[in-house]
């Protein structure tokens, strides 16, 4: 049984960081990778960032890119996500995926039904 297990959410000031880890456990990555999607009150799931378990290859929403640093450690089976001056935006509950298989291409690491696996997820709060 694979678990997905996040943490590291919490309430933040406008130009606050917080750092988000995912722990995968049940099973172990050789390919496939990891990727973190947000969900704000009244809005559908949307991508944040993703990353490839080999080669370490990522990509960003056009929103985080250049605040959000996504990371793997292979030996921990774990995901990071570093958030730097985070903004009310960015309010939402942010989920980690995992797909164990490799990705078709790169760009279908940003869409949600390419995930095979979901945490419950963690709350990120920004004030303004």
């Known amino acids: 049984q694979v678990q997905l297990l996040e943490s590291g959410g919490g309430l933040v000031q406008a130009g606050g960081s917080l750092r988000l880890s995912c722990v995968a456990s049940?099973?172990?990555?050789?390919?496939?990778?990891m990727g973190w999607f947000r969900q704000a009150p009244g809005k559908e799931r949307e991508f944040a960032a993703a990353?490839?378990?080999?080669?370490?290859?990522?990509r960003y929403a056009d929103s985080v890119k250049g605040r959000f640093t996504i990371s793997r450690d292979n030996a921990k089976n774990s995901a990071y996500l570093q958030m730097n001056n985070l903004k009310p935006e960015d309010t939402a509950v942010y989920y980690c995926?995992?797909?164990?298989?490799?990705?078709?291409?790169?760009?279908?690491?940003?869409?949600?039904?390419?995930?095979?696996?979901w945490g419950q997820g963690t709350q990120v709060t920004v004030s303004s």
């Open positions: 049940g099973r172990t990555f050789s390919s496939g990778g």
């Open positions: 990353i490839l378990w080999n080669g370490g290859i990522t």
């Open positions: 995926a995992a797909r164990f298989r490799t990705f078709t291409t790169t760009q279908a690491m940003r869409v949600t039904e390419t995930y095979d696996y």
